[in-house]
């Protein structure tokens, strides 16, 4: 079982920007991704990385946020730029495709003006 937290996330305003954590217990030597959950909606991807650092972007957020990793320090980030209030949400990071038992408790963002 891969352990999994998150952090970063907080209150900002709409056009700000945030950079999330996803911090791993062990290396992971996989995909990882980034998720998110807004009130009463189902969990969607955000973002995705490749091992070797190849990312990938849902069209909602393509052109401002980036994925990244280090895998030395077993963590992968999310860059996120001009946020907007449809940000809203519960971020969370998992291996790609998800495990069930990876999940975290996620880092809350708001975005609002």
């Known amino acids: 079982q891969v352990q999994l937290v998150e952090s970063g996330g907080g209150l900002v305003q709409p056009g700000g920007s945030l950079r999330l954590s996803c911090a791993a217990s062990?290396?992971?030597?996989?995909?990882v991704a980034w998720y998110r959950r807004a009130p009463e909606k189902q969990r969607d991807l955000v973002a995705w990385?490749?091992?070797?650092?190849?990312?990938s972007y849902s069209d909602s957020v393509k052109g401002r946020f980036t994925i990244s990793r280090d895998n030395a320090k077993n963590t992968v980030y999310l860059q996120m730029n001009n946020l907007r209030p449809e940000d809203t949400a519960t971020y969370y990071c998992?291996?790609?495709?998800?495990?069930?038992?990876?999940w975290g408790q996620g880092t809350q963002v708001t975005v609002s003006s």
């Open positions: 062990t290396n992971i030597f996989l995909n």
């Open positions: 990385i490749t091992l070797y650092g190849v990312p």
């Open positions: 998992n291996i790609y495709p998800p495990s069930r038992n990876s």
